[in-house]
């Protein structure tokens, strides 16, 4: 191989490479601004989330995006043996992709919350849910927002 | 640390439950939430005071915690449930980055 590569061949090997490593999914652009990817890995470890049992309920317009109501709910017996241990909401068109950690024990009969949260301009929001046997759920939605909720 | 003197808004939608019960449970406090990304009108950059960590116990065991980041917005509104087991006072407590705490209590009768 030459040492000397094109802009062209440069770009498609990143392509590549990027495909390979399965970071492709959930979200149109792999090339995400924020730090979503490793907040993902932080929380799952690694491991990959499976499509389902989360209800993420968010408006698909918001007008203002200082105050977006959102509420999170898992499907679970929450016993326990068997129970949702942490919810973690992620954004990706936000500064900083955290927005909050949902810390649920068997005592909370419910794997549900509801928050009012800030969107920086349209994009998804992601939820993941982690359970007690190590499993990993995950849901998310895209929003519309009017005005950025970051401030001037 | 420091409680602060801020009066948090909480309600519980019964104070008096059969054991098993979900009691659903909402809380507001104000508090700015301020991001640490705006700027004021000389350029400079406002430093980040948010509740960054939010508990709630009921007689002494916790039922359920949220870590907040600056995209919770201002005024922060909680909503969750948890399940009736015993009597006792159910404490919500907020805790600021500077350390300082915010504490609202209930109670609820489990009959």
Known sequence: MSVSMTRRQALLMAGAAVAAAGLVDMRTSAF????????????????????GKIKLDLPEIAENGN?????????SPMTDSDYISDVIILSDGNPN?????????????????????????????????KASDGKFYTASKEVKVTIGGCGG | MATSPVKPRIKLDKKEAKKGDII??????????????????????????????????????????ADFEPAVSANPYIQFKFRATESGPVVLTWIDDDGSKIVGEDSITVS
Do not use: W, Y
């Not at chain 1, 949902?102 to 509801?114: C, I, K, L, Q, Y």
């Not at chain 2, 709630?56 to 065991?61: A, E, L, Q, R, W």
């Open chain 1, 67 to 75: 105050t977006v109501p959102m509420t999170v709910s898992v499907e």
């Open chain 2, 24 to 65: 659903d449970v909402k809380a507001l406090v104000s508090h700015v939430m301020e991001t640490g990304l705006r700027k004021n009108a000389d350029g400079q950059v406002i430093p980040r005071k948010i509740l960054n960590k939010f508990t709630c116990t009921v007689n002494g065991k916790e039922v359920f915690s």
């Open chain 1, 32 to 51: 995400a601004a924020n730090n979503i990817d490793e907040l993902t890995k932080a929380f799952t470890g690694g491991a990959k989330p499976v499509a």
């Open chain 1, 97 to 129: 992709a955290g927005i909050a950690t949902f810390h649920f024990t068997p005592a909370s009969g419910v794997a549900e919350a509801n928050t009012r949260i800030r969107l920086a301009g349209t994009q998804h929001v992601v939820a993941i849910a």
